[in-house]
């Protein structure tokens, strides 16, 4: 197991996929920031403590970060098929259930770093003043 695991990892060191979902989680970051700077009827959402995190959560857990995984994911399973490695995988003994299992232990491990870049991108992007007010509310 520990084999195909090294195995994966150097597969995915390789392509430039994993970039990819690195950018795409950092954009919703960047995107919802500048958005944050638009005005409505109370002046802008930049001024409202808290709204970067209220903003930048569900755009990214519901929109981006699933097709991320979906893309990351058909990604690994279809590389197999077209770069013909999977008639080597044949000749040699490999289990397709234990192959198909590392690829989503990858695939978590790569989910629980996006997201742990997500949060770390939430905490740069909290200002003083609003930092200040979590801070309070917590104690």
Known sequence: MMKLLWAERQKLRRSSIVLLTIFATVLVAIV????????DLEGQY????????????PWATLLVIPAVIALLGSYMVCREEQDDTMKTLRLIPVNEVKLTIVKLVIASIIILLLCGCLSILLLVGLNHKEKEKICHTCS
């Open 46 to 57: 930049i001024d409202n403590a808290g709204w970067y995190m209220t903003m930048v959560q």
């Open 32 to 39: 919802v920031f500048i958005g944050g700077n638009s005005m």
